[in-house]
């Protein structure tokens, strides 16, 4: 399984704490830029 956390631009400043303590154990920390750009190499992967 793969865990894909997208936030949006605010979330990486609202919840950097917590990205940051869980980053580890999640595979795909992104935003929507960063999805849309990049789905496809992502569900590739798999």
């Known amino acids: 399984m793969t865990f894909i956390w997208v936030t949006d ?3 990486w ?9 869980v980053s580890s154990s999640i595979d795909y920390i992104l935003n929507y830029r960063m999805l849309k750009d990049n789905i496809n190499c992502i569900l590739d992967r798999k």
């Open 9 to 11: 631009g605010f979330g």
């Open 13 to 21: 400043k609202k919840m950097f704490t917590t990205m940051e303590s």
